[in-house]
């Protein structure tokens, strides 16, 4: 079983629909998660982090976190095709070290958003 | 301008050959991670370092080496050990909290 998994997708969804992408996580101890953006070609950047249960809005997207069934999503209202991109989940399976964190990524979702 | 550099935006490698790939944060973060991303792959752990003159393994260390001189860089040489080394390498800093910052990275390729 992988640690940190995604629907690898596409997923597909009309410009001002909402979309809602998931990421499941093994280690019950993970104490922080994160969504990140890559764009093709790109550098992942950050969107947001989460480290409670409920929900997390920020603009357009908010972040949910579901540590007693291991989930985290992200979902991103009224999307534009400038949210077509690839949505990487990383969680910190607990694994801090000093100032240095261990984070482990999921392979990302693919969206496509469609005039 | 803060942020984070790497250098150079495409690096190509001969057969047998070391190569380095440049890091340089502005941020004043103590802790620096190296990643390589591979098509279709998660982002993978090379190194990380939470402090000058210190740093861990990740997960797939073998053929790669980095050391960490000054705070603001973390440069990571690709060794004629790494017999897979066609990736896109991936730099990020953070800075004491759990928050990951990542360059525009560097995508290698073998000639």
């Known amino acids: 079983q992988k640690e940190v998994e995604q629907n690898s997708g596409p997923l597909s969804v009309p410009e001002g629909a909402i979309a809602s992408l998931n990421c499941t996580y093994s280690?019950?101890?993970?104490?922080?998660f994160f969504w990140y953006r890559q764009y093709s070609g790109k550098s992942p950047e950050l969107i947001m982090f989460i480290y409670s249960n409920g929900d997390k809005e920020d603009g357009r997207f908010t972040a949910q976190l579901n540590k007693a069934s291991q989930y985290v999503s992200l979902l991103i209202r009224d999307s534009q095709p400038s949210d077509s991109a690839t949505y990487l989940c990383a969680v910190n399976l607990g694994m801090t070290t000093g100032t240095a964190s261990k984070l482990t990524f999921g392979t990302g979702t693919r969206l496509q958003v469609t005039l | 301008d803060g942020g984070i550099t790497q250098s150079p935006k495409y690096l190509f490698r001969k057969e047998g050959q070391n190569v380095t790939l440049s890091c340089e944060q502005n941020l004043n973060h103590d802790a620096m991670y190296w990643y390589r991303q591979d098509p279709g792959q998660g982002l993978r752990l090379i190194y990380y370092?939470?402090?000058?003159?210190?740093?861990q393994k990740g997960d797939i260390a073998e053929g790669y080496s980095v050391s960490r001189e000054k705070k603001e860089s973390f440069p990571l040489t690709v060794t004629s050990a790494q017999k897979n080394p066609t990736a896109f390498y991936l730099c990020?800093?953070?800075?004491?909290?759990?928050?990951?910052?990542f360059g525009p990275g560097t995508r290698l390729l073998v000639l």
């Open positions: 280690d019950r101890g993970s104490q922080s």
């Open positions: 990020a800093s953070g800075g004491g909290g759990e928050t990951q910052y």
């Open positions: 370092s939470q402090i000058v003159n210190d740093f």
